[in-house]
């Protein structure tokens, strides 16, 4: 491993997971339960059909391969808290500027995934019997799952930078620690 540079097969594996949350997500978009208005003439009921329920286990796997990514990025950095100290400097700073923004936009993306995921199945498994004349078959809101996947992509960016980062300030520290092998501060007496 070079000075500075981290691990290959962790930016490889953070990059795939987040990749395949991505397509997950515009999968689950793509789709989105439909429902269309049924009447039943024998019991005089009107009840909402929802087609298939796939965008709600598309929107779910995205959510546990975006987890999975993260998971795995802040167990190899210990969640910066709890490894190394980072070297005071650029590196350190850029480290926490993007260690703060991947977690804010990891928040968002799970809570868009999740979201959806819920709201569609909630439209396609649990819609009853209504006794009414005029309404409409509610379904999940188009662009939910889109935001979620814009906000993995920036997820993904963010935690490669802050990877690299990472690891240049803990190179960093290492290497000012190799370097002090003797004292700089001359300890003779004044006659």
Same mark, same amino acid.
């Given at each position: %491993?070079?000075?500075? &540079?981290?691990? !290959? ?14 397509? @997950? ?21 009107? *009840? ?14 995205? @959510?546990? #391969? ?10 190899? !950095?210990?969640?910066?808290? #709890? ?15 993007? @260690?703060?923004?991947?977690?804010? !936009? @990891? ?21 009853? %019997?209504?006794?009414?004349?005029? #309404? ?14 814009? #906000?993995?992509?920036?997820? %993904?960016?963010?935690?490669? *930078? *802050? *990877? %690299?980062?990472?690891? &240049? ?23």
């Amino acid at each position: %491993m070079g000075e500075g &540079k981290g691990s !290959t097969l962790v930016h490889l594996l953070v990059v795939v997971l987040s990749l395949v949350a991505f397509g @997950f997500a515009i999968a689950a978009e793509r789709r989105r339960s439909v429902g269309e208005i049924f009447r039943d003439d024998q019991t005089n009921a009107t *009840y909402c059909v929802y087609n298939s329920d796939v965008a709600t286990g598309y929107g779910v796997g995205g @959510f546990l #391969f975006l987890l999975s990514g993260e998971s795995l990025l802040m167990g190899v !950095t210990k969640c910066m808290c #709890f490894g190394r100290p980072l070297a005071p400097g650029g590196n350190r700073a850029w480290t926490i500027i993007y @260690f703060v923004s991947s977690w804010a !936009t @990891f928040l968002i993306a799970e809570a868009c995934l999740i979201a959806g995921a819920t709201k569609n199945a909630y439209h396609t498994k649990y819609r009853g %019997m209504i006794y009414a004349q005029n #309404f409409s078959c509610d379904a999940l809101r188009k662009g939910v799952f889109i935001a979620g996947a814009v #906000f993995v992509v920036a997820t %993904m960016v963010l935690n490669v *930078y *802050y *990877y %690299m980062y990472f690891t &240049k300030a803990t190179a960093t520290q290492a290497a000012q620690k190799a370097k002090r092998t003797s004292s700089n501060i001359g300890m003779a007496g004044y006659a």
